[in-house]
């Protein structure tokens, strides 16, 4: 159905209509919301009002500009005394560069309520309403004449339904033109969400909403009212099935009764959910093209477009790198999968200290290594959700003098063999000597293998680190997962389908086999390995300090801008073995954060024109040390060391 409204220009392109069947000849119809355009942008429109206008002449006087039932309207608190075209003005200006969701479209009518101190306000709009083209102005009982509504209304965009009188707030319509998400989601009005019926064309897209920022204030109580959030279909949310990135894990399970804790504590804060990003299959490490089966991997906006977004995070931090209308995305890391992505898509993310939140309701990969990040493009906004999240740790606001530089990481000394100009390496080179200046310090270049072999615990036989941890973490997640999530998971879908099995990705299938093939007492010796190298990097690497937390930060290389495009075959998936610089903080349960520091050019062969890649670096500090973390890079986007990305195909425009 599409009627054109003239008035308002108003287009309705769907009702988004839900029929559920009450008995044989009986059919029970809701209204699930409906689908508009006005001035060209598409909105969706929630089928439960949120507050009403019952005054008959106000009514009447409004129903001169409703098309097909309905008027935009702008409802505007104000502390003048007087307000006036130019405190009109004022609040355009101000409302057009701090949401994107209302715009001048919505001064069909305005409701002008009064929340200053002073006796007897009054409105003076007359030459205003002829310049916005304003049909009506309405006023709160707080002046002469007013007409009250059934609940106050925070200042924002708004429909009037003239038949009614119910008023109803309005969502903006996206395209996730990055296939970023498995769907978007509103409230149901019982403290869970549901899945947002509104569609508007695209090319094998999702369709995201989010209401206007103008309907929030944040609060201490609230920190981050307003803010909007993506979550990796990991985490239970109330109302939302969890899919964990396998079709047939989401279609035999129901919806969730509760909200995991740890989204629970983010939305406390008055973060609003927009909806589920994906997760390569039961967040294991998969590749775009070659890995992604079941759902079509998220889309890397940088560069050319077509680079792997990394994983198992990939929609959570695609997304946060392709929309300025998100300002946080969740995902998890067990492995990388935080980190991963952020070096990727160019964005600040995260593997916190293991146990900084609890992670009930959570589908695992292994609960000895799992752990809950956040993706932001702006280091302080990162460092408020950071100090809010992981609320029990301390705060420091002193920082560690030391700089850990380990050149078997980062290649070769940078003092003795300064790297060349343009290139990743001297990226890094310049960023630490920045970071030398800030902190009245120099780098402590270390090797960090020689530092184990000179001082490793006598009681452990391993020659190398590579001996020591080689299999260490494909023993313990194989071995996990399998227990947690392949076996129940599939015995509950062949008790519901006749036996049959599932259908699951390569690359978890790969992994659940060696698990499966492993011989007993493998866990018990890859958590002992573990926890002899989380002891020594305690005792001799990040040690802990009254004064800054962590004696120290160790940095090493997050991503160099290095292509990896996903048109191309890559070789089968295979248990994830082997030790690098990115398992330290997975074994030693320390925070690792990473930064994004630069741009890397390269010749594109999708566009055949330069184009560039994020380089990023990573932040190591002792465990629980995330907070002094979080403070040093607000510090340093404060001192215009570490600066906020954009979106789209450039971090830094």
Known sequence: MFVFLKAVGIAILSFGLRVVTVKAAQASIQDAGRTLTLGNTSYFVPSSPVS?????????????????????????????????????????????SKDDVWTEDFLTGVYITYNGTRLLPSVSLLSAQKKFGIDFVLTSKSYLLGVGLTRTLPSGPYFLE?????????????????????????????????????????????????????????????????????????????????????RAFWELYPPKARTAPAIQRLLDSGMVLVGKTKTSQ?????????????????????????QDGSSSSTGSGTAIAAYPWLDFAVGSDTGGS???????????????????VALDDVMPLSPELDTAGIFARDAKLWATAGHWWYQDFKSFTQFPKKLLFPVDYFGSSYLTDPPSEGTAAATFNTFIAALERFLNTTRVEINFTDSWNATKPASVPAPTLQTLLSTAYADIITLDQTALVADPFIADYGAAHGG?????????????????????????????????????????????????????????????????????????????????????????????????????????????????????????????CDLMLFNLFAALQEAGIVTPVGTGSRLFA
Not at 69 to 77: Q, R
């Open 52 to 96: 009403a206008l019952r005054d008959p002449l106000s009514l009447s006087i409004a129903a001169k500009s409703a098309s097909d039932g309905l008027v935009p309207f702008s409802v505007i608190p104000t502390s003048n005394l007087v307000f006036d075209g130019t405190a009109l003005q004022e609040t355009v200006d101000t409302w057009a």
């Open 162 to 246: 003239v038949a009614t009188g119910n008023i109803f707030e309005v969502y903006r319509l996206y395209n996730d033109e990055n296939q970023s998400f498995l769907y978007g989601t509103i409230p149901d009005g019982n403290g869970g969400f549901q899945v947002l019926s509104a569609r508007i064309p695209g090319a094998a897209t999702q369709t995201i909403g989010v209401p206007s920022r103008l309907y929030f204030t944040p609060t201490p109580e609230k920190p981050l009212a307003g803010m909007r959030l993506g979550v990796k279909d990991i985490y239970d949310v109330q109302g939302l099935r969890t899919g964990c990135g396998n």
């Open 282 to 306: 039961f967040a294991n490490g998969q590749t775009a093209t070659d890995d992604w089966v079941d759902l079509h991997a998220p889309y890397n906006p940088r560069g050319d477009g077509y």
């Open 338 to 356: 935080m980190r991963g992505p952020a070096g990727a898509n160019g964005a600040f993310g995260n593997r916190p200290s293991h146990g900084a």
């Open 500 to 624: 049959r099995a599932p259908f699951v990705d390569p690359a978890p299938l790969a992994r659940w086999a060696y698990g499966r093939a492993l011989p007993a007492g493998r866990k018990e010796a890859a958590l002992a390995n573990k926890t002899a190298f989380m002891d020594w990097v305690a005792r001799e690497v990040l040690r802990a300090d009254p004064a800054t937390c962590s004696d120290a930060i160790f940095l090493y290389p997050q991503s160099e801008g290095r292509t990896n495009y996903r048109n191309r075959y890559i070789s089968a998936p295979s248990a994830p073995l082997g030790f690098s610089s990115g398992r330290i903080s997975v074994h030693a349960e320390v925070p690792d954060m990473v930064v994004p520091i630069g741009e890397a050019p390269y010749t594109s062969t999708i566009t055949g024109q330069t184009e560039f890649l994020p380089v990023t670096m990573s932040f190591l500090a002792a465990k629980g």
